[in-house]
């Protein structure tokens, strides 16, 4: 009995009994004879096949992974993203020389036999067995085809591939029963096309047009005979024979094809002989695959489009699903980026902040009404080196973000403002707002539950000469914490809860608001995506539209492109148009007169809010006009840097302010993005200044003695709003003296009333 070779391998005698044993199967098979017998040549052996007549009849041949091209909102290019760099062509626009080439050196007898050359099987027999070992393979071209389909649907997991190609007779029948009906469905000619486009060339390249354009940045239809045997000699080892790394090898192999054209006729010796002369001459063409290529400094909004298809149950009812969707490509993504937009807001990011600056910005813009994100950028570019980032700091963290996103400061007010409203509270509202005070305390929340000041927080505002009264109107423009916190607590927490349910407004990490007054002044951490549509609500008077990036997908199937489903933006009332009315209006005072004057826009209508948080590690502006939102962030994504005597894009700050840096990124952004499109107008309202429309508010504070009001059950909280102030104007109850810094709060603001604090 012959003995296995060191290693486990099969003598020459056996290699060539087996090989034997396939050529007569194979003959078998071709003639139409069933095979019972079949476990005689092991085929019913573990980790074979069950038996010949069981393997299924029919192969679908498997669509091919290709590039995703994504495109903006006007057709450009953006990027490419593929997990195989591949384009599909047709064979009348691949070379006649590629295609006889690979021919040639692959399958000479290709068009002379069938699925199986049986004459080829016997010449590898005969040739193995005198080598010793196994120099020469049999398969022909539409059996190395199959092969390649079991490659190409094991897609990126290993243990598919390696299944796809074990050196075992069990795979080797399958092969053949599959190359049988693939001859009889498809014919010679597709065959051939089928196999130039699934084939793997080396340098990421998959079949022959991703080569051409690899190797010699050209189309397959263009490349000559010395090319075409070039790309044909690598099919066989693509590492071995790898021209950018090995010439001298790449050369030899690229001979030996142009003398079997020659061998063969396809070519003469004289012209085999010439093509041999010349040096190989590439123009290799770097792969640009992925989102960190993208042009426009959009690569952050191209990896938003694929979390969005990665997560959206519309492209599959799973992840996996989705995923394989993805990676197999041949997609084209119009997605609703407005070029214009775009650059203008990498233009604004560039003039204002330095990508090697301690601190980073992010800015994105939304259209009212409909949802779409216009733009999207940042400070630091897309990447993994020095001062690069992959975390996109404008979105959520389970689309690409930072874990928490970033507490908004003051531009939350805005929020407690329209729950207010709402709820039937005048913009005429007064509050004694003193310089500092405690949180009012209990504050009614949800579900009957009460916050309570266990702790004595406290909160003040940015400067000791912002006292009070204030009404609405001033008491935004000059971004009074107080104000906002007696408003709030006034009011109650769900109000507020639940109008930032109704514009979708949650922390960065998905998690909803904590009940607490602190999120008044923005102590949570917010993500600019999320504010920016927020205030897009604002906008369109009322409506909430959820955030989309992506306007068509077409998806190229064979020879044919087919229309996907993408997600469609839907659309709610958030709050009354009345009520955005007079939001609209109140923010139009915050940069015509307020804290953010360096924001306001020249030639159209604006409005917006201002936003600094407790140490001044984030500064915000968030503003929008009648057709266009966005939200500017600016500071440390560790949340490590306090923006005090700080550099920022090559100017010395002594205290950053957020209408200060964020406002004229905004801005610029702003008219860069709208320059040349219609300047629409709000719909204001008229807001008298001076009237005191509190007295149901236990305003009891201002006369000194600390009474309650006379309205409804919640006079009783104006009665201790009013005690803790009452000595603001002569009365009997002094203000207490406060220790400092209640805002200190956790690393993502606190969740019992004292996270970070807002400031203007």
């Known amino acids: 009995m012959p003995k296995k070779r060191s290693g486990g391998g099969l003598s020459p005698t056996q290699q060539a009994a087996k090989f034997l044993g396939v050529s007569v199967l194979a003959g078998a098979v071709m003639a139409g004879i069933a095979l019972p017998a079949a476990g005689a040549l092991g085929l019913a052996a573990k980790g074979s096949v069950q038996g010949f007549d069981e393997i299924p009849a029919n192969l679908k041949s498997p669509q091919l992974s290709q590039r995703t091209t994504i495109l903006d909102g006007a057709g450009n290019k953006i990027a490419s993203v593929y997990s195989r760099d591949r384009t599909v062509v047709d064979l009348k626009d691949i070379s006649p020389y590629m295609q006889k080439a690979i021919v040639a050196i692959e399958d000479s007898r290709f068009y002379q036999h069938g699925a199986i050359d049986l004459k080829g099987v016997l010449r590898a027999v005969n040739k193995n067995a005198q080598s010793g070992g196994v120099s020469q393979g049999a398969s022909t071209l ?71 354009q690899r190797y010699f940045s050209k189309h397959a239809k263009d490349l000559s005979l010395p090319e075409a045997a070039l790309l044909a000699g690598i099919v066989q080892s693509p590492s071995r024979y790898d021209p950018v790394n090995d010439e001298a090898e790449a050369t030899k192999r690229r001979n030996i094809v142009l003398q079997r054209m020659a061998e063969i006729g396809d070519i003469s010796q004289a012209e085999a002989d010439k093509a041999k002369e010349e040096p190989i001459r590439l123009h290799v063409r770097q792969p640009k695959n992925g989102c960190i290529t993208a042009s426009r400094g959009a690569s952050f909004y191209c990896k938003y489009v694929e979390h969005v298809f990665l997560s959206d149950p519309v492209f599959g009812k799973t992840r ?147 006292k009070g009264p204030y009404a609405m109107k001033e008491a935004m423009a000059k971004s009074v914490n107080t104000y906002f916190v007696q408003l709030i607590s006034s009011i109650g927490l769900c109000p507020v809860v639940k109008m930032t349910d109704a ?37 369109s008077r009322g409506m909430y539209c959820t955030p989309i990036a992506i ?96 550099s920022i894009g090559g100017v010395y700050h002594p205290l950053v302010y957020g209408g200060q840096v964020p406002g004229p990124i905004w801005k610029d952004a702003m008219s860069g993005a709208l320059q040349g499109k219609p300047a629409g107008s709000f719909n204001l309202v008229d807001i008298p200044d001076g009237d005191k429309g509190h007295d149901d508010q236990g305003d009891g504070g201002h006369n000194g003695n600390g009474n309650g009001g006379n309205g409804d059950n919640r006079g009783a909280i104006g009665g201790i709003i009013g005690g803790l102030d009452g000595g603001q104007n002569g009365g ?22 004292h996270g970070r604090g807002g400031r203007g």
């Open 142 to 212: 539409t059996q190395q085809l199959v092969k390649n389909y079991f490659i190409e649907e094991a897609g990126d997991d290993p243990t598919k591939v390696a299944q796809a190609t074990q050196q075992t007779l069990g795979r080797k029948i399958r092969e053949l029963k599959y190359a049988i009906q693939i001859e009889d469905k498809l014919g010679k000619k597709k065959i051939l096309e089928n196999y130039l486009n699934i084939t793997f060339f080396g340098e990421q390249a998959y079949g022959v047009e991703a080569a051409a």
């Open 320 to 466: 996996e699903d989705r995923a394989k969707v993805w990676n197999r490509g041949g997609l084209t993504i119009r997605t609703t980026l407005d070029p214009q937009a775009q650059d203008s807001v990498q233009a604004s990011l560039k003039e204002h902040v330095n990508k090697s600056d301690k601190v980073a910005a992010a800015a994105t813009l939304v259209e009212p009404g409909t949802g779409k994100i216009l733009a999207m950028g940042q400070s630091k570019p897309y990447g993994y080196g020095k001062n690069e980032t992959e975390y996109n700091y404008s979105v959520d963290r389970d689309m690409g973000g930072s874990n928490f996103g970033f507490p908004t400061g003051s531009t939350f007010k805005p929020f407690v403002a329209a729950a207010a409203i709402e709820n039937g509270r005048p913009a005429t509202q007064e509050f004694s707002s003193p310089y500092q005070m405690l949180y009012p305390s209990p504050v009614q929340a949800c579900d009957g539950k009460q916050w309570v000041n266990n702790e004595n927080a406290k909160v003040e505002n940015e400067s000791e000469s912002e």
């Open 503 to 539: 514009m979708h407004v949650v922390q960065g990490d998905g998690e909803k608001l904590p009940q607490v007054p602190a999120i008044a002044l923005g102590s949570k951490g917010i993500s600019p995506l999320t504010m920016a549509n927020a205030y897009a609500t604002f906008a």
């Open 551 to 646: 306007e068509s997908i077409t998806q190229k199937i064979g020879n044919e492109r087919k229309s996907m489903q993408v997600p469609k933006s839907t659309c709610s009332r958030a709050m009354t148009e009345q009520t955005a009315d007079t939001v609209n209006t109140l923010l139009r005072g915050v940069v015509d007169s307020g804290t953010g004057q360096q924001a306001g826009l020249t030639d159209r209508e604006s409005a917006g809010k201002t936003g600094t948080t407790d140490e001044r590690k984030n500064a915000w502006f968030v503003g929008y006009t009648p057709n266009m939102a966005g939200a500017v962030w600016v500071g440390s994504a560790r949340q490590n840097v306090k923006m005090v005597n700080i």
């Open 732 to 753: 009997t109850f002094p203000t207490p003296s406060f220790p400092g810094g209640f805002v200190q709060g956790q690393t993502n603001g606190g969740t019992n009333g």
